[in-house]
């Protein structure tokens, strides 16, 4: 994997990013990620990085520090975030389909938008997360927290919520819950 600066420089070649911390890298104010899909980065420090745009698809970013991240718009489908930290993230428009995102921490995250259709978020912490407008097709929130959350206009169709935390949550004009489990509509 190359990274280049604006000027088409060779400022960083790695493999493997498995427990590296590319958080200096991500601030270089010349530096352009489009493509990192299919790398390694478990394990890696990326709090308050500027990833908008980027495609991770595939990549594998189990345990990884992503805390108040900026992914919007980003490619993160069939990508493992699980175990990941994203409190706080910007994952607004993001493609998170097919996402592993079992036990993610993505409190007060923004996730309007967000294609979250057939993502694994069992056990995920989702309190006070902006989930206005978002995909949840088919997706298993399984023990999932979703305390305070915001699931406005989201698209709930065939969504597995069995012993998901319903409490305070905002379901105000949420659309489709055709075929979703583990939830009573009142």
């Known amino acids: 994997m190359e990274i280049k600066n604006i000027k088409g420089e060779v400022i960083f070649v790695l493999d493997d990013f498995k427990g590296v911390d590319l958080s200096s890298l991500l601030f270089e104010p010349n530096l352009i990620i489009f493509n990192l899909s299919y790398a390694n980065l478990s394990g890696a420090y990326l709090a308050s990085s500027n990833l908008s745009n980027a495609n991770l698809s595939d990549v594998n970013l189990s345990n990884a520090s992503l805390y108040e991240v ?3 718009l980003a490619n993160l489908s069939n990508a493992n975030l699980s175990n990941a930290n994203l409190s706080n993230a910007n994952l607004s428009n993001a493609n998170l389909s097919n996402a592993n995102l079992s036990n993610v921490n993505l409190s007060n995250a923004n996730l309007s938008n967000a294609n979250l259709s057939n993502a694994n978020l069992s056990n995920a912490n989702l309190s006070n997360a902006n989930l206005i407008g978002a995909d949840l097709s088919n997706c298993d929130l399984t023990n999932s927290d979703l305390d305070g ?5 989201a698209n709930l169709s065939c969504a597995n919520l069995t012993r998901a935390n319903l409490k305070n949550t905002d379901l105000k004009k949420a659309r ?8 009573v509509l009142i």
């Open 70 to 72: 900026n992914l919007r």
């Open 149 to 153: 959350a915001w699931l406005r206009e």
């Open 176 to 183: 489709d819950f055709t075929g979703a489990i583990g939830f």
